[in-house]
């Protein structure tokens, strides 16, 4: 069973960085791509950056480009999400998943299986 704990949210200013982190298990990890995603109340839930198998391409949502950089460590079943140049916008509960795919200009996945997320807040 795919399972993801995510990790690294917290309260920030508008300007500031976050690091988030998530920990798979229960798959081959190094055989699927993984996302992160992130929602807020009464939205669904969106696709913020997606990262291949090898780690060698990634792809990030519009609002989050230049400021978000996603990797992994395929020996250690983990991905990260490296986040900089925080808006308020950017307030969300985020979550790690595999299977993330593009879709058009979005980024989905056919899974669903997700963790419990970590807090992101960013206010002054």
């Known amino acids: 069973q795919l399972q993801f704990v995510e990790s690294g949210g917290g309260s920030v200013q508008p300007g500031g960085s976050l690091r988030l982190s998530c920990a798979a298990s229960?798959?081959?990890?190094?055989?699927?791509?993984i996302g992160w995603f992130r929602q807020t109340p009464g939205n669904e839930r969106e696709g913020v950056a997606c990262?291949?198998?090898?780690?060698?391409?990634?792809y990030y949502a519009d609002s989050v480009k230049g400021r978000f950089t996603i990797s992994r460590d395929n020996a250690k079943r983990s991905v990260a999400l490296q986040m900089n140049s925080l808006k308020p916008e950017d307030t969300a509960l985020y979550y790690c998943?595999?299977?993330?795919?593009?879709?058009?200009?979005?980024?989905?996945?056919?899974?669903?299986?997700w963790g419990q997320g970590t807090q992101v807040t960013v206010s002054s």
């Open positions: 229960g798959f081959s990890f190094n055989s699927y791509t």
């Open positions: 990262i291949s198998s090898s780690g060698g391409n990634t």
């Open positions: 998943t595999a299977g993330c795919m593009v879709t058009g200009r979005a980024i989905t996945t056919r899974l669903d299986n």
